[in-house]
């Protein structure tokens, strides 16, 4: 069993939806990340948490400690913000990683 | 600016060959970490080190072997490569303190023929 699980696997949306991509872990964790991955491999962090909820621009990223449940949320989605969205959780010196949500935005 | 760099982008190489990836961080972090990812399967962990000489094997550590000689880099290799090692390879690093954002390198795409 996974210790991150995503979902959903595949999200395909018009530009301008506002996007939803949930994470789930299993594990005592003392950060979590979401991480971004464009077409040719480059990994990008966008957020770390440990509490509560962080903004940047478009991107929101919440986490709830006690049920171990984070999302991350695009408003007004652009194709830009297509890519491999990661969710990944630390604990101790080790890092797990979910499998990933894949995203289009369509224009 | 902060960085992670690795020693190719792209690397063909021939059944039962060596194989050494690098990578080399500037940013004096403890902890560096190796990953392999494939389709539907995610980032696997296969070693990662957190201290100059120090190692530990990661999800899928078989087949491979890493070298930490110097806080800086950390090397990634594969004794007898195999056709199933044909994956993406990412070299990440980060501080050894709780809670810090992990950087990445940009990836070696290894091709195993």
């Known amino acids: 069993k996974n210790e991150v699980e995503q979902s959903p696997q595949n999200l395909t949306a018009q530009e301008g939806e506002f996007i939803t991509i949930n994470c789930s872990y299993s594990?005592?964790?003392?950060?979590l990340h979401w991480l971004q991955q464009h077409p040719g491999g480059g990994i990008v962090s966008l957020f770390m948490?440990?509490?509560g909820k962080k903004k940047h621009g478009r991107l929101i990223a919440t986490i709830n400690i006690q049920e171990k449940h984070s999302s991350l949320h695009i408003t007004a989605s652009h194709p830009r913000d297509s890519a491999v969205y990661i969710c990944?959780?630390?604990?101790?010196?080790?890092?797990?990683f979910g499998a990933g949500t894949r995203l289009t935005v369509k224009p | 600016d902060v960085k992670v760099t690795q020693s190719s982008r792209y690397l063909v190489k021939r059944t039962g060959e060596k194989v050494f990836l690098e990578c080399v961080q500037d940013?004096?972090?403890?902890?560096m970490f190796w990953y392999r990812q494939d389709p539907g399967l995610g980032l696997r962990l296969i070693y990662f080190?957190?201290?100059?000489?120090?190692?530990e094997k990661g999800d899928i550590p078989e087949g491979y072997s890493v070298s930490r000689e110097k806080k800086e880099r950390f090397s990634l290799i594969l004794e007898s490569a195999s056709t199933n090692q044909t994956s993406m390879y990412l070299c990440?690093?980060?501080?050894?303190?709780?809670?810090?954002?992990?950087?990445f390198g940009p990836g070696t795409r290894l091709t195993v023929l």
């Open positions: 990440a690093s980060t501080s050894s303190g709780s809670a810090d954002t992990q950087y």
């Open positions: 594990v005592g964790i003392s950060a």
């Open positions: 948490l440990s509490s």
């Open positions: 990944a959780v630390r604990f101790n010196n080790d890092m797990r």
């Open positions: 940013m004096d972090h403890e902890n």
């Open positions: 080190s957190y201290d100059v000489k120090m190692k």
